[in-house]
Structures are given as C-alpha cells and as structure tokens.
C-alpha cells in the first residue's frame, strides 16, 4: 500500500518541484499547498458528475465522452476554482505565477486520480501513468496559468485571455483523450508526438511567463487586487 501511494504521488511533487523552481519570485507554501489540496478534493465531485453520465448511457459517442465527458468536466472546474480562489488574491501577481498556482491545481486532482488509478489496477502502471496522465495535466495547467497570469498581468484582452486559459486546455484535454480512445492498440503512436508538443508548447510559455516582470503597487491598486 505504502509502495502504490509512494509511486502515485511521487510524479506530481518532481513535476510540482520543477514549475516552483522556475519561479523568480517564489510563492507561499501555505498558499501553494492549499491550492493543490483543492485539486485534490475537485476528483470526487468530478468522479460523481462523470459516474451519473456514465450510468446515464451518454458517453457511447468517443467525440462526446473525450471532449464532454473528460475534459470539459475537470478543465471547466480546474479553471473555475483558480478565478474563484487565486486570481484575486494579493499574491497573484505575476505572469508566472498563474502557471504555478494553475500546475498546483492540476497536479492536485491528477495526484489522486493516479493514487485510485493505481490502487485499482497495481503498480505496474505507475511508470506509464507519470509519464502521460500526470504529465498531460501539469502541462495543461501550465497553459492554463500562462493565460490567466496574462490576463492578470495585462488589462489589454483581459476577457479573451480568461476565456482561452478555458478552450485551450479543454481542446487539448479533449485531444489528448481522444486519441486514447479511438487508437487503444497503437496509442503510443499517436501520443508520443502529441506529449513532446505539448512539453514544447509548455515549456515555451514557461519561459516567456518568467520573464516578465510582476505587477508593481500602482497596478496592484489600480486592479484591486
């Protein structure tokens, strides 16, 4: 038991560790913690609203079940419980620090469902787990973060960036879960590719996210935040 929770656990604190050290302006753990404890608790409301779709029959369509059933659920409540708890709070604020607090959620609710996951169908899929699932959600939660920290950042399209840290995570998410479904025999094929361009996209955003600088007081005021 101890083994299974250790290897479910262990992808999300070196991801988690990777995004925080990334952080010219580090946050509070406090903080951090909390938000990643949110995630976690996301999983059962998420697992309940999916179980009634399931016994309901409306997941028989691969198009609907990848982009309706998984990922509009977990991405819609990810992102709203980052507007909801993080994005007006004072310690947002910088462009970086929307994709820490957003891989913080992530992680959060990809660490559980990877725990169940494992305690379910044993250990040996903990290598293959880490390396698709968990890394898939921290990497979404980074685009994610990258857009809400802009919004947050930059008044400039403020509305339009809140809305694509939604669409594309959801569009990725959906991608992502599509392919698992309609290629089940060959999918590495298809999601080796589809993981390098999402670690380039991600890492792309990373790098220019930590390169901007973080609001100063006047615009901290001037936003309310």
Request: hydrophobic share 50%.
């Amino acid at each position: 038991m101890f083994a299974i929770f250790s290897a479910g656990i262990a992808p999300a604190i070196a991801l988690m560790s990777f995004f925080y050290l990334k952080d010219r302006y580090s946050e509070p753990l406090p903080l951090l913690i909390r938000t990643f404890i949110i995630g976690c608790l996301l999983v059962f409301p998420i697992m309940f609203i999916q179980y009634v779709l399931t016994t309901e029959g409306m997941t028989d369509n691969y198009l609907v079940e990848s982009f309706l059933y998984t990922s509009l659920t977990e991405e819609f409540f990810k992102w709203f419980l980052f507007i909801y708890t993080i994005y007006h709070h004072s310690e947002f604020d910088a462009h970086y620090d929307g994709i820490v607090y957003a891989v913080a959620i992530s992680l959060g609710f990809a660490t559980v469902e990877n725990v169940l996951y494992l305690f379910t169908n044993g250990i040996g899929y903990a290598l293959s787990r880490a390396l698709f699932p968990v890394s898939s959600h921290a990497l979404i939660g980074v685009i994610m973060g990258y857009y809400f920290g802009k919004a947050k950042t930059n008044k400039q399209h403020k509305k339009r960036n809140i809305a694509m840290a939604f669409i594309i995570p959801f569009l990725l998410h959906g991608t992502y879960n599509y392919i698992l479904n309609i290629v089940p025999g060959n999918w590495l094929l298809f999601l080796v590719p589809f993981m390098i361009l999402l670690w380039i996209l991600g890492l792309r955003r990373v790098k220019i996210a930590s390169e901007a600088a973080p609001l100063t007081m006047f615009q901290k005021k001037k936003q309310g935040a």
